[in-house]
């Protein structure tokens, strides 16, 4: 599975932006699909994932700002965040294989799109 992602930028506080991931080789029938962040000497943590039916989690820090979704095809997962804080700010990866927030269950990663608030 190769994942893209793209949609990220800078954006002023309080902004809104919107992620995509797009998967190819495999759809997420099955499987989970999510989005983690990493901001600079911090630890990658989750943010949102999604099943194959729709179940969504989110990390208590972006419940009710951030949504994740995928398409019908299941290839395709997006993350809409929106009033944006600057602690938002960080590398967001696409993630495919775990409903869960654990790095280590992911099977694949993207390669990473960049968020910057100020």
């Known amino acids: 599975v190769q994942l893209v992602e793209s949609g990220g930028d800078s954006v002023q506080v309080g902004g809104s932006l919107r992620l995509s991931c797009v998967a190819s080789?495999?759809?997420?029938?099955?499987?989970?699909m999510g989005w983690f962040r990493q901001a600079p000497g911090k630890e990658r943590e989750g943010v949102a994932t999604i099943s194959s039916g729709g179940r969504e989690a989110y990390a208590d820090s972006v419940k009710g700002r951030f949504t994740i979704s995928h398409d019908k095809g299941g290839r395709t997962s997006y993350l809409q965040m929106n009033t944006l804080k600057s602690e938002d700010a960080a590398m967001y990866y696409c993630?495919?294989?775990?409903?869960?927030?654990?790095?280590?269950?992911?099977?694949?990663w993207g390669q990473g799109t960049q968020v910057t608030v100020s």
């Open positions: 993630e495919w294989g775990t409903c869960s927030f654990r790095t280590s269950a992911v099977l694949y």
């Open positions: 080789g495999y759809s997420i029938d099955g499987y989970c």
